[in-house]
């Protein structure tokens, strides 16, 4: 019956409850409302697209050999894929329990597709870029730096000085340094510390410097979740008779991992967000490609439709990261509930 | 028993560290041998030779590198100090209209966060200087008359000069910081206990006396070591000064490397000026929590 | 004189089908002590809360002073008015821990009745040795132990010279022997012709200082007699069956 005057009560009581409300509100409505329709306009009537649709195959995949596209393609593929039946998928349990299985094997399937080998015919790291890179230093550096991370906490929780004070000197001054600086070592300095003839590719060296790097971070959030572990858990092991490992590994360390997970979450963001660094450090990938398309004479000056692309694909890419986290985190709740 | 377990342990691992520290040493002293530079310090008092468009002190190319180097140093303690200040105003602004009753200005904020956080702030650092400085077609722009003029020479403020680069190195990094801030802003005022917002309101008090009064005490503890960390990143994030060609350490860092062709001295100096700047800023925000868990006796 | 508080059909529902308030009417006449009683999840903080706009609720009528609220999206301004003058004590106390026990106190007083600071420092000090607790004036809160922080609260709360008093269980939270010092002070209220609703548990504060007893279950008021018929006679098996809980 008074719904409608209902809705328009709420709507006073949240945007027009005093004078100041309601001209901040008629400003914003104003304002917000004349911005979206010179955007839509200028997206759609103003803006040239050209730059973007005739170099799409290279925001994707760099300069990969044209007849092998369908590797990264297929890689790429897959993440969509992977995400899509992580989040809206069946909830069967064998693919529920499959699915950390594929997500760990992505990275080193993704190093198999994009290097070669086994089959397929092999392909210079230089010939890598676009998205694919991005994804590929993303994933890899995750991948690595995880357990790098958690061993690094432990071993700053540990008992032995020795161990206690190798990982606080390595967290510490890793993470007073700016990622650029870190990056740039590997690029320049890594090659310098390898035996004289050995040589590694720099989208190795990207991965290991982004992994040196990463580390220490994930090792302060997985420490912030160890610390907020009360020490009844750990003398609830100790009655049942388990070993100091085994109450780590079994009963601390799950938990903590659980509590860090949303600071995690921000760090594998963070991450992708970061190998656009590399753009500047000599690798093509997402924000690279978009930086050698604006090189082009053909292309001069299309500065806001590729970075508006970029910024496009990069927020989705994000996003859907973050949603996985958080359909991980609620499916780890549930998971305790079931007990 | 257990005791010489442990030391056992902690002996193999100091072992298994220093072994790989001495063959990389080994290999980079091989490497510096087979490229025949060595190691020293003594370029540092040679002439610079590059010209800096932005210099605090008197700085000309026959300066040494020493010199050049402590400019950017200078150059860097500015725009982060400058971005500190703009990214903590936005930030709170945001983070106060995310919790908000308003829910225009909810919506606004969320979408501003949601915007921000979600994409490199390297793109985002182009974009202000290709795009909202250097693109600025009309020759001067000046809303605000003589006050403030904007053109894509870079901004004039109350008669002070600030290059377009160092515009948009501050707008970028403020921009990005700030939506962080309003993250650590909103959490802190989250944490206050929801007795307290009940308590005020049962008492009359209107929320703006409420929450200058009340909650904003309270949260501050809860607020500052976050507040910490967002800007210990605001200054290792500056770094990104040399993609819009600011010249800050590391961007002189670079530009030496590339003239001498030392980046492990270059590398170590970079290493000791962050590692000191990191000291500044954490022991700066230590003084401010002492002095707000002081005023607030919690 | 006109209920200081009239509920006409008060209801309320979090999800469909459970009720927090279903069908409430209830008035309090000037100067009287309404206790609220009934099982945990009963409705009784709920209603109390809605009577000076921390809550709101579905559907009924609801005058407060002779103030209407809406259950929804009420106008601020009445919801402010309501709240100068009805004064409330929590169950956790909600004391300001950055503010010194007088500063607590006087805040109010201040930014709300724009009161010079000496007046309002005078009147707590008076309010303070009512409550027998002027010596900790300059104290804060956690130097304070629960009994004396809940009777800071009520002192707090009547600094505004309130119409009308809520406690929302005023003593469940405190160490079993600080229970009579918070009682007594309540009782002494009660004394001086204090209009106030109690929803408590304390048997013995609701025979001898109620005017009547609220009884709730479910959101429903199941009874409202007297303290004598109540604890002695009640009408109803459920409020019965309730207080033989609560003796055992």
Not at chain 1, 229 to 254: R, S
Not at chain 2, 115 to 144: C, D, E, H, N
Not at chain 3, 184 to 197: I, N
Request: glycine share 8%; charged share 15%; hydrophobic share 50%.
């Amino acid at each position: 019956m008074g719904n409608s005057y209902n809705y328009i009560k709420y709507i006073k009581r949240v945007a027009f409850s005093n004078a100041l409300d309601s001209i901040i509100s008629l400003t914003i409505l104003s304002f917000g409302i004349s911005a979206l329709v010179n955007l839509f306009k200028w997206l759609v009537f103003s803006a040239n697209w050209s730059v973007v649709s005739l170099n799409l195959p290279l925001y994707l995949f760099g300069s990969f050999p044209g007849d092998q596209l369908w590797r990264p393609g297929l890689w790429i593929s897959l993440f969509a894929i992977f995400s899509f039946i992580t989040l809206w998928g069946p909830r069967w349990s064998w693919l529920r329990k499959s699915l950390p299985f594929l997500w760990v094997s992505y990275a080193p399937l993704g190093i198999f597709l994009l290097a070669g080998g086994f089959g397929l015919s092999a392909v210079e790291s230089q010939n890598w870029g676009g998205l694919t890179l991005t994804i590929l230093l993303t994933s890899c550096s995750a991948i690595v730096s995880l357990p790098l991370g958690i061993a690094l906490a432990l071993g700053r929780q540990s008992t032995l000085p020795v161990i206690k004070n190798l990982s606080s000197i390595y967290i510490d001054t890793m993470r007073s340094l700016p990622l650029i600086a870190v990056l740039f070592f590997g690029q320049l300095l890594i090659p310098l510390f390898l035996p004289v003839g050995l040589e590694i590719n720099r989208v190795s060296r990207a991965i290991i410097a982004f992994t040196l790097f990463v580390s220490a971070y994930i090792a302060e959030d997985v420490r912030g979740g160890l610390q907020s572990m009360p020490k009844t858990q750990k003398e609830a092991g100790e009655v049942l008779g388990l070993h100091p490992f085994q109450i780590t590994y079994l009963i601390i360390l799950p938990q903590a991992l659980r509590i860090a997970l949303p600071s995690l979450t921000n760090q594998a963001v963070g991450l992708l967000q970061n190998t656009s660094l590399m753009a500047i450090l000599g690798l093509v990938e997402l924000l690279g490609v978009g930086r050698s398309i604006l090189a082009n004479p053909e292309f001069i000056g299309r500065y806001i439709e590729v970075y508006i692309w970029l910024a496009a694909i990069y927020w989705i890419v994000c996003t859907v990261m973050a949603l996985i986290a958080r359909h991980l985190e609620q499916q780890m709740t549930l998971d305790k509930k079931d007990f | 028993m257990k005791i010489s377990y442990n030391a056992t342990a902690q002996l193999v691992i100091a072992l298994i560290v220093i072994l790989v520290v001495s063959i990389l040493i080994n290999n980079l002293t091989l490497n510096l041998i087979k490229t025949g530079l060595g190691f020293n310090f003594s370029w540092l008092f040679r002439p610079a030779s590059f010209a800096l468009a932005e210099h605090p002190l008197p700085y000309s190319p026959s300066d040494s590198y020493a010199w050049a180097l402590f400019i950017g140093w200078l150059n860097s303690l500015k725009v982060i100090f400058y971005s500190l200040l703009l990214s903590t105003l936005i930030g709170t602004c945001f983070g106060l209209f995310r919790i908000g009753k308003n829910a225009l200005l909810r919506l606004v904020s969320a979408g501003y966060i949601a915007i921000i956080r979600q994409t490199p702030l390297l793109l985002q650092l182009m974009f202000w200087y290709f795009v909202a400085i250097l693109g600025i077609k009309k020759s001067i722009i000046s809303p605000m008359g003589n006050l403030l003029s904007i053109s894509n020479q870079g901004i004039n403020l109350l008669g002070v000069t600030l290059s377009a680069e160092f515009t948009s190195l501050l707008l970028g990094l403020s921009v990005f910081t700030s939506a962080y801030i309003a993250e650590v802003i909103r959490g802190g005022i989250n944490s206050v206990n929801k007795g307290q917002w009940e308590s005020f309101r049962s008492l009359g008090l209107e929320e703006s006396i409420g929450l200058y009064k009340i909650i904003i005490p309270q949260a501050l503890p809860a607020i500052l070591p976050g507040l910490t960390s967002q800007y210990l990143n605001l200054a290792k994030n500056s770094t990104l000064a040399i993609a819009v060609g600011y010249s800050d350490i590391y961007a002189i860092n670079d530009t030496i490397i590339n003239q001498t062709g030392r980046p492990i001295e270059a590398f170590i100096i970079l290493l000791l000026s962050f590692l000191f700047l990191n000291l500044f800023i954490s022991n700066g925000m230590e003084v401010l929590n002492s002095m707000v868990t002081r005023s607030t006796k919690l | 004189m006109p209920p200081i508080v009239k509920a006409t059909n008060l209801t309320k529902s979090y999800s469909k089908g459970i009720f927090a308030l279903d069908n409430v009417c209830i008035s309090v006449e000037p100067g009287e002590v309404l206790v609220v009683m009934g099982p945990s999840g009963s409705g009784k903080s709920t209603l109390i809360r809605t009577f000076n706009g921390l809550e709101s609720f579905d559907s009924g009528q609801l005058n407060i002073l002779g103030i209407t609220l809406e259950g929804h999206n009420n106008d601020e301004r009445n919801i402010h008015r309501i709240r100068k003058r009805v004064g409330m004590v929590f169950q956790q106390f909600n004391l300001f821990p950055h503010l010194s026990i007088i500063e607590n106190i006087t805040l109010a007083p201040i930014k709300v009745q724009k009161k010079k600071k000496a007046e309002a420092e005078q009147n707590a000090l008076l309010l303070l040795s009512q409550m027998g607790i002027e010596s900790h004036a300059r104290k804060y809160p956690s130097q304070l132990s629960g009994g004396e922080q809940q009777r800071v609260a009520i002192a707090r709360a009547l600094a505004l010279k309130p119409e009308l008093l809520l406690f929302d269980e005023p003593t469940s939270a405190l160490d079993p022997e600080r229970v009579n010092e918070v009682l007594d002070a309540m009782r002494k209220l009660a004394e001086q012709g204090m209009s106030m609703v109690v929803v408590t548990h304390e048997i013995n504060f609701a025979k001898e200082v109620g005017d009547r007893v609220l009884f709730m279950d479910s959101g429903k008021v199941i009874e409202t007699s007297t303290p004598d018929i109540f604890f002695l006679n009640a009408k109803h098996e459920r409020s019965r069956k309730f207080l033989n809980q609560i003796k055992k």
